[in-house]
């Protein structure tokens, strides 16, 4: 079974933080890297923020010193912990494998993904 839980997103204000956690196939999470994807509206999903299996990071650099990626195998579960967050970072917010991807039936799989949004 493929699963793509994202969860605890939120309205938080300018400069607080959430943490969100994504539950994935075990099948698909130990042995691949992951990534956090966001889309917002008018704009098209663009990756955030990816982990190796191994654990080696990388951030694009409007979140880079704000935001980490960290995974726990044992749970399939990969996490993104979002400080100092700004009205820019509002939308909604997606896991997925990195850089690899995920089909079913030759198209792309997302899960419902967690809203995030940053009030002024």
């Known amino acids: 079974q493929v699963q793509l839980v994202e969860s605890g997103g939120g309205l938080v204000q300018t400069g607080g933080s959430l943490r969100l956690s994504c539950v994935a196939s075990?099948?698909?999470?130990?042995?691949?890297?992951m990534g956090w994807y966001r889309q917002a509206p008018g704009r098209q999903r663009e990756l955030i923020a990816s982990i190796t299996s191994g654990g080696s990071t990388n951030y694009i650099d409007f979140v880079k010193g704000r935001f980490t990626i960290s995974r726990d195998n044992a749970k399939s579960t990969l996490y993104l912990q979002m400080n100092m967050l700004k009205p820019e970072d509002t939308a909604r917010y997606y896991c997925?494998?990195?850089?690899?991807?995920?089909?079913?039936?030759?198209?792309?799989?997302w899960g419902q993904g967690t809203q995030v949004t940053v009030s002024s």
């Open positions: 997925n494998v990195h850089p690899y991807g995920l089909l079913i039936d030759g198209y792309e799989y």
């Open positions: 075990e099948s698909i999470f130990t042995i691949n890297g």
